[in-house]
């Protein structure tokens, strides 16, 4: 009997090592699997975390737009010749058929072709011909290169800064106003916009002539 048995006790002995091992190799698959869903989790966690904290610093950096005046204009009436408008700067409404080359301008612009940019979703910052060169120098620095106007304004503006967007407004106090990229954020090529996609350049120059 015994000599029947040691082949059979050594055969089971190799089987339940071999069951430990592989017990031993599930644990160890199972632990890693665990450890690397945990890593994942806190990894997404992380992340969202980051974008909402983000997203709350960027708002704050953007500063509160409820102070834009709102206006209700049409787009797509197309005049000749000067045109009164209602607001200073103009905010929408009749405009020359030819928009205005959006960019830098150092003098005022007709404010007739710059309506047709905004038109096209371009945002038109003004500002008084008394504003320090340094303030001019902060707002060219904070406008993005396309679908943006700036220029010096000489009619009367609520203040000596003014953000402008199509049937959109807001005053401002300092070319470091946070609220102005914000703004721009908003509404530069923003739903608001009457004819996404146009054109904001091949237009006329400050002087009223068409580009070449």
Not at 73 to 90: C, T
Not at 129 to 157: F, H, I, N, Q, R
Not at 191 to 202: H, K, S, Y
Request: net charge negative; proline share 7%; hydrophobic share 35%.
């Amino acid at each position: 009997m015994s000599k029947k048995t040691k082949p059979t006790s050594a055969r089971d002995a190799r089987l339940a090592q071999a069951r430990q091992e592989q017990q031993a190799k599930e644990r160890r698959r199972t632990f890693l699997l665990v450890g690397v869903t945990a890593v994942i989790i806190v990894a997404i966690v992380a992340m969202v975390g980051y974008a909402i904290v983000s997203e709350a610093d960027e708002r704050e950096a953007a500063g509160n737009l409820e102070a834009v005046k709102e206006y209700e204009y049409q787009g797509g009436n197309h005049v000749q010749g000067e045109i009164d408008y209602a607001e200073s700067p103009p905010v929408g409404g009749e405009h020359n058929p030819i928009w205005l080359n959006c960019g830098v301008y150092d003098e005022p612009v007709p404010s007739q072709h710059a309506v047709h940019s905004l038109e096209h979703g371009a945002v038109w910052v003004t500002y008084d011909p008394d504003l320090p060169a340094s303030e001019v120098e902060t707002l060219e620095a904070t406008l993005p290169d396309t679908y943006t106007l700036l220029s010096p304004y000489e009619g009367e503006m609520p203040s000596k800064i003014v953000a402008s967007a199509w049937g959109h407004q807001l005053a401002l106090d300092s070319a470091d106003d946070p609220r102005l990229k914000g703004f721009i954020k908003e509404y530069r090529e923003g739903p608001q916009t009457p004819e996404p996609g146009a054109a904001c350049t091949g237009g006329v120059d400050a002087s009223g002539t068409v580009s070449q």
